[in-house]
């Protein structure tokens, strides 16, 4: 690429910049900038940019890590002890859950497999740590540190341990960019726990705010009310908690309702992350009258980062339906039979 | 020795420098309040470095910390080229400003570029930045007397080592 040749005439160096150079520049920046943000070819060649810069990351975490690394290293004994009691008292309480789980899942199996419904997809989980750096505060994304080589792949999933965060959006070999729930151009299908009724959450540019435009103005949702991921859309598995209803406004005269919800994730505050893996085991026979639950107890006494397997599965029943995950509540699987039905809308 | 080589060097590892604390993690409420380290850094280059930084190069620094920081691809382009562009065109007067007034002008400068960037990402329906994103400018000003005369130093030390 030819660059202002201020080398061959050093009377350039001194002088005014030219205004025509100027202006090409500033074309090809706005054409740049129109196309990135149509998502049409730029993304394409960020991506390969990526893969050259990801060492930059690498230098301009150090400090942090450092930083981090003596306040893990100074911190002292007793507190470590301390510390270390607390989470065993959470694991014993999260192992107790677990077992209720179990056969909470296995209950819940038998009562979709009475009505028929769709059957619930396994669900794993792998460990990822975002990369402390800081990305432009306007844009709703975060680095994590782990990429293809991981087995990360663009639209998986991304939670942490209080909610949905958002989406893998694109991946190079060590590295993956997360685009939150939070961003003004995401959209993540929901589902209302109280009533069941779906809808579509909304970012809005703030980290703490979510908006839910397509609500008739006659439906049931109050302030409180828990709304989780409906599964619909097929990129994020159903069931997992997204956001808190924390404002509902009916406007008389208005067709829809504004309402607004708090993400629940921590995500302009956490450090770890889990991505959720896809249903594996999508081969093989039938198995709709084996008890194949696994042992959750085990599973999670397996190392972190291994993954826990959540959720009986079962591989077959995947055409065109909505994955659901037996996370949701059994309640309404009884009372709402035709919930199960995806692309209805209300 | 030739002048038109000196401190290329001291200001390349300025420009590291900038775009490593552009990435630098902040808390939330500091996050704000982040200066426009890179377009410091290039403001002081184009302003006092006889030879001029080309238009191409701030170009290409602008598409890098678009890459590194996942914004629009083009805005910190925009942002740099129109910055630069300002500076040289201005120069001979901002140059000879006493130090408060140049002071100032970039914060003159810093408002112009978050203007032109507020006013890019309305035109493409991006997220607008909260109020607090206008004390960046403030910060900015605040500390270029600083930066004006670190890298000044920098500047004399290193030729002065040279010609040792």
């Known amino acids: 690429m030819r660059i202002d040749s201020a080398v061959n005439n050093p009377s350039l160096a001194q002088g005014r910049p030219s205004t025509a150079r100027l202006m090409g520049y500033l074309l090809l920046a706005g054409l740049l900038m129109l196309l990135d943000q149509r998502g049409e070819f730029v993304p394409r060649i960020r991506a390969f940019a990526e893969q050259l810069v990801t060492p930059v990351y690498h230098v301009a975490e150090a400090p942090a890590e450092a930083l981090r690394g003596i306040s893990t290293y100074s911190r002292s004994y007793d507190t470590v002890v301390e510390q270390n009691e607390v989470l065993r008292e959470q694991l014993l309480g999260q192992q107790g859950d677990m077992q209720r789980l179990a056969a909470l899942q296995e209950e819940n199996r038998r009562l979709r497999a009475l009505l028929d419904a769709t059957k619930g997809r396994q669900v794993t989980f792998r460990f990822a740590e975002l990369v402390q750096v800081s990305l432009d505060p306007y844009s709703h994304q975060v680095l994590i540190d782990r990429g293809a080589d991981d087995g990360v792949f663009a639209g998986q999933a991304v939670i942490d341990g209080l909610g949905v965060m958002g989406q893998v959006e694109s991946v190079t070999g060590g590295q993956a960019r997360v685009r939150l729930i939070s961003d003004p151009e995401h959209a993540i299908p929901v589902q209302i726990l109280r009533t ?5 959450a909304l970012g809005t540019g703030e980290a703490e705010r979510l908006n839910l435009p397509n609500l008739p103005d006659q439906s049931d949702v109050r302030e409180g009310d828990m709304l989780v991921s409906s599964g619909l859309g097929e990129r994020f598995p159903a069931g997992f908690p997204v956001a808190e209803v924390t404002r509902v406004d009916r406007e008389t005269g208005e067709a829809f309702m504004s309402v607004d919800a708090r993400p629940l994730a921590a995500l302009d505050r956490g450090l770890e992350v889990l991505l959720v893996q896809p249903g594996q085991g999508m081969t093989g026979p039938d198995t709709k009258s084996a008890v194949a639950a696994a042992d959750p107890g085990a599973e999670l006494a397996a190392e972190s980062g291994a993954g826990t397997s959540v959720d009986d599965s079962d591989p077959a029943a995947e055409t065109a339906s909505a994955p659901m995950s037996d996370a949701e509540p059994q309640a309404e699987a009884l009372q709402d039979p035709a919930a199960e039905l995806p692309g209805e809308d209300q | 020795m030739s002048r038109s080589n000196d401190s290329v060097l001291v200001l390349l590892i300025a420009l590291v420098l900038a775009i490593l604390l552009a990435l630098l993690p902040l808390p939330v409420f500091l996050e704000p309040l982040r200066p426009y380290w890179v ?36 805005l910190h382009a925009l942002s740099l080229l129109v910055l630069v562009y300002l500076v040289r065109r201005f120069r001979p007067r901002i140059r000879f400003f006493p130090p408060w007034q140049q002071a100032l002008a970039v914060l003159a400068l810093l408002v112009n570029d978050r203007i032109i960037m507020l006013w890019s990402m309305i035109i493409l329906g991006e997220p607008v930045p909260t109020w607090q994103h206008w004390l960046s400018p403030l910060v900015g000003m605040a500390l270029w007397p600083w930066i004006f005369l670190g890298l000044d130093h920098a500047r004399l030390a290193s030729r002065q080592s040279e010609r040792n």
């Open chain 1, 196 to 200: 069941g009724q779906r809808t579509v």
């Open chain 2, 39 to 74: 377009g410091l850094v290039l403001i002081y280059w184009s302003m006092e470095v006889p030879r001029a930084l080309p238009l191409g190069a701030a170009f290409l620094i602008g598409l890098l910390l678009d890459v590194l920081t996942a914004s629009l691809m083009g």
